[in-house]
T-cell receptor, first 113, second 111 residues
Framework: DTEVTQTPKHLVMGMTNKKSLKCEQHMGHRAMYWYKQKAKKPPELMFVYSYEKLSINESVPSRFSPECPNSSLLNLHLHALQPEDSALYLC????????????FGPGTRLLVL | GESVGLHLPTLSVQEGDNSIINCAYSNSASDYFIWYKQESGKGPQFIIDIRSNMDKRQGQRVTVLLNKTVKHLSLQIAATQPGDSAVYFCAEAKGFQKLVFGTGTRLLVSP
């Protein structure tokens, strides 16, 4: 099973709302990632968790708050977002070692009004 | 600076042709590269990878070539099919657990 699942598929929120994106994998991977992808652009790394601990934060604004409650789940909490945060948010997972393939979920398409 | 880029934004081919998608990278110390396929409305899908100790690696209908001398990577797709239509990204492992994606090439396959 090489599946990473993400919910919801689509999300529309206002700038004062609080929402969460969820990601789940059952491949036994201990590294999980959040990426942001704008239209017609490549994915850009936001956060990396290794063994449920935040290991990389690519200078992401604090209105994005990641959480890794266990080795299979990854959340991204959203608060006070801006319209320019509208994008496809991708979750990925991999083994924790150098040069491991990352497997991506289908993404959550977020629209901030 | 370090960057991963693609030469062509769009490649149009006929069904049955062979397709070649190119990628240039600038970090000569990079030792792991991945090709991903992204269909509309979906996440990137792993196609094939290659490590710097190899020049060529083959999969099912796909071949990746790595030329370290000129820092160039290519993806060859044999007998291209309409289902191959997608955006293709090369990605470079830049440090531990960090992938940097190229700008992407859209492959259009016409019947």
């Amino acid at each position: 099973d090489t599946e990473v699942t993400q919910t919801p598929k689509h999300l529309v929120m206002g700038m004062t709302n609080k929402k969460s994106l969820k990601c789940e994998q059952h491949m036994g991977h201990r590294a999980m990632y959040w990426y942001k992808q704008k239209a017609k652009k490549p994915p850009e790394l936001m956060f990396v968790y290794s063994y449920e601990k935040l290991s990389i934060n690519e200078s992401v604004p604090s209105r994005f708050s990641p959480e890794c409650p266990n080795s299979s789940l990854l959340n991204l909490h959203l608060h006070a977002l801006q319209p320019e945060d509208s994008a496809l948010y991708l979750c990925a997972s991999s083994q924790v070692s150098r040069d491991e393939t990352q497997y991506f979920g289908p993404g959550t398409r977020l629209l901030v009004l | 600076g370090e960057s991963v880029g693609l030469h062509l934004p769009t490649l149009s081919v006929q069904e049955g042709d062979n397709s070649i998608i190119n990628c240039a990278y600038s970090n000569s110390a990079s030792d792991y590269f991945i090709w991903y396929k992204q269909e509309s409305g979906k996440g990137p899908q792993f196609i094939i990878d290659i490590r710097s100790n190899m020049d060529k690696r083959q999969g099912q209908r796909v071949t990746v070539l790595l030329n370290k001398t000129v820092k160039h990577l290519s993806l060859q797709i044999a007998a291209t099919q309409p289902g191959d239509s997608a955006v293709y990204f090369c990605a470079e492992a830049k440090g531990f657990q960090k992938l940097v994606f190229g700008t992407g090439t859209r492959l259009l396959v016409s019947p």
